[in-house]
């Protein structure tokens, strides 16, 4: 797969905001057309060159209508980038297993969705790429974002094998990795819905440890850079961190023994070592 051209279509799933919509932004800059994506985009603003389009990746039916829209209109699918999520803030206990499937629904099964969707349009063309934007809690454990945790882990799995079965297709499957943006998360985030008192110190102070780590983290471009470089080089990385906080971790995690790791997760998070 050559360096991307303007003739190069991008979809971008939640786009409305955050980092999907800095990615959008920095598309357009490389000289793609992209589309963007979300719940409800008759009132947003598009930037400059971006193309909004409704979507629900939990219904199948949105799924299939939007990429049948993009097709119809630009004639191909070049590059996808599964944004779309919602995070959790909880113990994985206080969360009724409705909740925790609505979860899974948006940042697991949406990411397949989507995925199935464009793979037919991406081997006609023999060409194409998934890049799904995991987190640094999609290789680390992260206690009272645990469902979050749980579908970041999945998406890992899913993207590195989906990577192998359609590669000889001339189709890559990618992870951006991000760690702290300084995004709206917290407020897209999902609260459980049976709190127990047990749990109440721990949730605030998550709470308080997340709110400070979004205000001092990367700014959402940070994340649409390495996303554009997993778009467009020749030769890509399978897994991408981005921002200083998910390369330091990985970094930490690539090296450190087990027992020593698991310290220092729980020195992060204000636990008993």
Same mark, same amino acid.
């Given at each position: 797969? =050559?360096?991307?051209?303007?003739?190069?279509? %991008?979809?971008?799933?939640?786009?409305?905001?955050?980092?999907?919509?800095?990615?959008?932004?920095?598309?357009?800059?490389?000289?793609?057309?992209?589309?963007?994506?979300?719940? @409800?985009?008759?009132?947003?603003?598009?930037?400059?060159?971006?193309?909004?389009?409704?979507?629900?990746?939990?219904?199948?039916?949105?799924?299939?209508? %939007?990429?049948?829209?993009?097709?119809?209109?630009?004639?191909?699918?070049?590059?996808?980038? @599964?944004?779309?999520?919602?995070? =959790?803030?909880?113990?994985?206990?206080?969360?009724?297993?409705?909740?925790?499937?609505?979860?899974?629904?948006?940042?697991?099964?949406?990411?397949?969705? *989507?995925?199935?969707?464009?793979?037919?349009?991406?081997?006609?063309?023999? =060409?194409?790429?998934?890049?799904?934007?995991? =987190?640094?809690? #999609?290789?680390?454990?992260?206690?009272?974002?645990?469902?979050?945790?749980?579908?970041?882990?999945?998406?890992?799995?899913?993207?590195?094998?989906?990577?192998?079965?359609?590669?000889?297709?001339?189709?890559?499957?990618?992870?951006?990795?991000?760690?702290?943006?300084?995004?709206?998360?917290? #407020?897209?985030?999902?609260?459980?819905?049976?709190?127990?008192?047990?749990?109440?110190?721990?949730?605030? @102070?998550?709470?308080?440890?997340?709110?400070?780590?979004?205000?001092?983290?990367?700014?959402?471009?940070?994340?649409?850079?390495?996303?554009? %470089? %997993?778009?467009?080089?020749?030769?890509?990385?399978?897994?991408?961190?981005?921002?200083?906080?998910?390369?330091?971790?990985?970094?930490?995690?690539?090296?450190?023994?087990?027992?020593?790791?698991?310290?220092?997760?729980?020195?992060?998070?204000? *636990?008993?070592?």
């Amino acid at each position: 797969m =050559s360096n991307l051209t303007t003739s190069q279509v %991008a979809l971008v799933t939640g786009a409305s905001s955050g980092i999907g919509k800095a990615t959008a932004v920095a598309l357009v800059a490389a000289g793609f057309d992209v589309i963007g994506t979300g719940r @409800n985009t008759a009132r947003l603003t598009a930037p400059a060159g971006v193309t909004y389009l409704d979507l629900d990746v939990t219904s199948d039916e949105s799924v299939a209508l %939007a990429v049948k829209e993009v097709i119809d209109r630009f004639g191909r699918i070049d590059v996808l980038v @599964n944004n779309a999520g919602v995070g =959790s803030t909880g113990a994985a206990e206080e969360f009724s297993i409705a909740q925790t499937e609505d979860i899974f629904d948006i940042n697991v099964y949406g990411v397949m969705r *989507m995925s199935k969707a464009v793979l037919p349009h991406m081997r006609a063309q023999g =060409s194409g790429r998934i890049i799904n934007v995991s =987190s640094l809690s #999609g290789f680390i454990p992260s206690p009272f974002m645990t469902l979050y945790v749980a579908t970041k882990h999945a998406v890992n799995g899913y993207s590195q094998s989906l990577d192998h079965e359609v590669r000889d297709q001339g189709i890559r499957v990618l992870l951006v990795e991000p760690g702290p943006i300084n995004t709206p998360f917290a #407020g897209h985030s999902v609260e459980a819905d049976t709190p127990m008192p047990l749990y109440a110190a721990g949730r605030r @102070n998550y709470d308080e440890l997340l709110a400070k780590n979004l205000s001092n983290g990367d700014d959402p471009a940070v994340v649409a850079k390495v996303i554009l %470089a %997993a778009a467009t080089d020749r030769n890509p990385k399978l897994r991408r961190t981005a921002g200083t906080t998910a390369r330091t971790i990985n970094a930490v995690y690539r090296v450190a023994p087990a027992r020593s790791f698991d310290r220092v997760i729980r020195r992060f998070n204000k *636990m008993p070592t």
